[in-house]
């Protein structure tokens, strides 16, 4: 009896559910629920955030493509790169903060990762505000 009153209930959901409108217009959103338009200001600061962090990228893409066999998966691999999960351990008396990477499923995309570092930690690059200077490594060493 459970089960087929349960099932009902899923007819019933699916029912509503095909005659709930797949769109929204604007224009019917409460004016607290409706998008703003970001002023001119805002969408160029964002466009430039965005040309920078493209320029970065494609400057690692240059390192990288340094190592590979097939230049044109730097992309890729960098982007592989990014949605990796890091350590972040930061070092006050020594004045560092290593961003610790995990390793990959291949070896030798850990080869050119590890080179990337090489090249990152070559920078002496400072974290803003914060007078760590950034050491980047691959792995638990």
């Known amino acids: ?13 699916k029912a509503q559910r095909k005659i709930t409108p797949r769109h929204i217009k604007i224009q019917d959103l409460p004016e607290n629920e409706r998008f703003h338009k970001l002023a001119n200001l805002s969408k160029h600061f964002l466009d430039t955030i965005k040309i920078i962090a493209y320029r970065a990228e ?3 893409v240059n390192i990288v493509r340094e190592f590979l066999p097939k230049p044109d998966q730097a992309r890729a691999i ?3 790169l990014y ?6 351990l930061p070092d006050y008396l020594n004045k560092t903060l290593t961003v610790r990477l995990h390793h990959s499923a291949r070896a030798h995309t ?3 990762i ?3 570092c090489e090249e990152l930690n070559a920078t002496k690059t400072f974290f803003p505000r914060s007078g760590l200077r950034l050491i ?6």
């Open 114 to 116: 590890a080179k990337l």
């Open 83 to 88: 949605a990796t999960e890091a350590d972040l």
């Open 78 to 80: 960098l982007r592989a």
């Open 136 to 141: 980047f490594k691959l792995g638990s060493s």
């Open 58 to 60: 494609s400057a690692m």
């Open 1 to 13: 009896e459970q089960i087929e009153a349960l099932q009902a209930n899923i007819c019933q959901l």
């Open 110 to 112: 850990d080869e050119v």
